[in-house]
């Protein structure tokens, strides 16, 4: 009879310490963390080195997170120091950044060069040259370039602290250009001793001012500018000159004129190619010229090349037209708000990430201080007007136009349906816009 009581108790002992005793479960190789576990609840004595010393802590942990994973209770335990510094962008990959440090910065002790994961980052519309601030978790790879994990960043225009040393272009090798060449001008970034900025019109050139500007001028002003001594490198469409001076732009965007149409060429193998443009009404500027048509070399990813064997990254024209643009279905976006929608529409579209990317660094500046854009991408209105005929006939053909114009309140619209184009074999892509008047 005893036996018989003693079976239950014995029973109920063995439950209660599967329940509440717990066992060695795993040594980790992050300093010497150590996790016990039961059936109700985990214990971790915590010794896992950090970027600022050890994590030494013994906690406990039920319910759901017993369940959880080493790494995940890590995160709910310590926040790591955030470090932040400034970086110039080098290289712009599918899903990565690499950038280089600002001399004065202290991360120059680990490396001068670093590269990071975008995937979780917010989009930002970079091109190499353009300026960040980084936030990161402390942790340095030991590898070169050095490789971290960014938290958060931010693209920079406003850099009137900071004195610019890099090299905009070699006055050696540039050519000496018309100093009336180009005079109005938006600003789209601002140093302690020079500013860059992009010609309000038919231009692919981006221009570098050398002088300092007063507190009175931003990133995004239209303005007019004296200057002398100026230099152009024509490969690279970039112009360095010293300002004389700055006032504000009475000049008004043309309302007819489409905006740095350009476009690319993807073949799936190295290909001849003649593309010709039946554009109701004038061209205004084009690059590399425009002869009867343009008769490039194509290459698998992009690369044109004619028949002096220069290089091109796509073909650019801008032109007057007498289109009517249409805005029956289109999309009322607040200037603040421009760059992801325009990430999104886009991607929508078909544009790749290199290519959404020059394009929204194109616009952006001309719409994100507007109090709202008034949006539609053209279809019929803009094919019409500018005719395409490429030699080989594509198997695809994207071409995105957009059409907007700023208002100062909301405007109801109905929205536009994006259709998203499959790009199989041989594609040719093509984007630009205008400023309409309303």
């Not at 990161?136 to 931010?154: D, L, M, R």
């Not at 789209?188 to 300092?212: E, Q, V």
């Amino acid at each position: 009879m005893k036996k018989k009581i003693w079976i239950p108790i014995i029973a109920v002992i063995v439950v209660l310490a599967v329940l509440f005793v717990p066992i060695p479960q795993a040594s980790y190789d992050d300093g010497g963390t150590r996790e016990y576990v039961a059936l109700t609840y985990k214990i971790v004595d915590w010794n896992r080195i950090t970027p600022d010393g050890v994590y030494d802590e013994t906690k406990v942990y039920f319910f759901s997170d017993r369940y959880k994973s080493i790494d995940e209770l890590f995160e709910l335990e310590y926040q790591p120091p955030e470090y932040e510094f400034m970086a110039t962008v080098l290289k712009v990959y599918d899903g990565s950044v690499l950038v280089e440090a600002f001399a004065e910065e202290s991360v120059n002790n680990s490396s001068d060069q670093y590269t990071f994961s975008t995937t979780k980052l917010d989009y930002l519309a970079l091109v190499p040259g353009d300026i960040v601030k980084l936030v990161y978790t402390g942790i340095v790879e030991e590898s070169y370039p050095a490789g971290i994990e960014v938290t958060k960043w931010e693209r920079v225009d406003d850099l009137s602290s900071y004195e610019y040393t890099g090299e905009w272009l070699n006055k050696e090798t540039a050519e000496v250009c018309n100093e009336n060449l180009l005079t109005d001008f938006v600003i789209t970034r601002i140093y302690k001793d020079c500013f860059f900025a992009r010609s309000l019109f038919t231009s692919p050139y981006t221009i570098k001012l050398n002088g300092s500007v007063s507190d009175d001028w931003c990133v995004g002003d239209r303005v007019a500018c004296s200057y002398k001594n100026a230099f152009e490198d024509k490969e690279t469409h970039r112009i360095e000159a010293d300002l004389l001076t700055i006032e504000q732009s009475d000049e008004e965007i043309d309302p007819y004129v489409c905006y740095k149409p350009v476009i690319y060429l993807y073949p799936q193998s190295s290909t001849q190619v003649e593309v010709k443009l039946d554009l109701d009404g004038d061209f205004t500027c084009t690059y590399p010229e425009y002869k009867d048509g343009w008769n490039v070399t194509a290459m698998p990813d992009g690369t044109l090349i004619d028949e002096n064997n220069k290089h091109y990254n796509y073909l650019y024209w801008e032109g007057e037209t007498s289109a009517q643009y249409d805005f029956s279905s289109g999309f009322c976006v607040k200037g603040e708000d421009t760059a992801q929608f325009l990430e999104k529409a886009l991607d929508k579209l078909g544009l790749n990430r290199k290519e959404a990317n020059e394009f929204i660094v194109y616009w952006l500046p001309l719409m994100q201080n507007n109090e709202y854009n008034v949006i539609s991408f053209q279809t019929d209105a803009y094919t019409d007007a500018a005719k395409l005929s490429v030699t080989p006939t594509p198997d695809t053909e994207i071409r995105v136009f957009m059409a907007y114009y700023e208002s100062d309140s909301y405007v109801d619209i109905d929205e536009q349906k994006l259709i998203t184009p499959e790009r199989n074999g041989f594609t040719v892509v093509e984007w630009g816009g205008t400023q309409v008047a309303h």
